[in-house]
């Protein structure tokens, strides 16, 4: 039998509820911790063609022959490996996070836009809607380690965690990319120590 009590303590618990969920889902800290500029740290991060070449063996395939020498010598090629480019060799990052927008600017005036708020999966890696050939990221959080996951206009696939390193307060960013022309992932961890502007 519903009493005057128990009406009144259900009625508190659905509005603590609908108030309330909000507050229950947020982190930690705020997630702006990782806004400003980065300057990749070359000792500490991996070396992206060697990853590359890692991957290529691991799958029994054999290194492709190239003009280019040294270091970035798997840089470069068709527009639609664009994305993988600049998140694996670009030197310095712009991070900017306005719930719930973030503004990845990286060289060459290349910029990812993408959510963290569940909309539906059609804003490109460049802010426009699918379907115009565009590479297309949406985010999500653990906690404060951001996790992204990208779909690349090559018919690849990006999965990449963002965090901070409470000691070094360095940003941490771990990449698995696999190019739809690969048969294993390529994983290369890169290290950015915080600047005061993106020239």
Do not use: C
């Not at 470069?76 to 480019?85: E, L, Q, S």
């Not at 699918?130 to 690849?156: C, M």
């Not at 696999?178 to 020239?199: G, H, M, V």
């Amino acid at each position: 039998m519903l009493t005057i009590q128990n009406l009144l303590f259900t009625t508190w618990i659905l509005t603590i509820s609908i108030i309330s969920p909000a507050v229950a889902l947020e982190p930690a800290i705020g997630h702006t911790h990782f806004n400003g500029a980065w300057l990749i740290n070359e000792e500490l991060s991996d070396d992206t063609d060697s990853q590359v070449e890692k991957s290529i063996k691991l799958a029994g395939g054999r290194l492709p022959r190239t003009d280019k020498k040294g270091k970035g010598r798997y840089k470069g090629g068709p527009k639609v490996h664009a994305i993988y480019d600049h998140i694996s060799y670009d030197n310095k990052l712009n991070f900017n996070y306005a719930d719930p927008e973030f503004n990845l600017q990286y060289e060459e005036k290349f910029i990812r836009t993408f959510y963290s708020d569940n909309r539906k999966r059609v804003i490109s890696a460049s802010g426009t809607i699918a379907g115009d050939n565009q590479d297309f990221s949406f985010a999500s959080w653990d906690e404060t380690i951001l996790l992204v996951e990208s779909r690349a206009r090559d018919g690849g696939r990006i999965l990449e965690t963002f965090e901070l390193d409470e000691l070094t307060k360095q940003l941490i960013v771990t990449l698995e990319i696999k190019p739809s022309s690969f048969a294993e992932p390529i994983n290369i961890t890169r290290i950015y120590d915080r600047i005061q502007t993106l020239e």
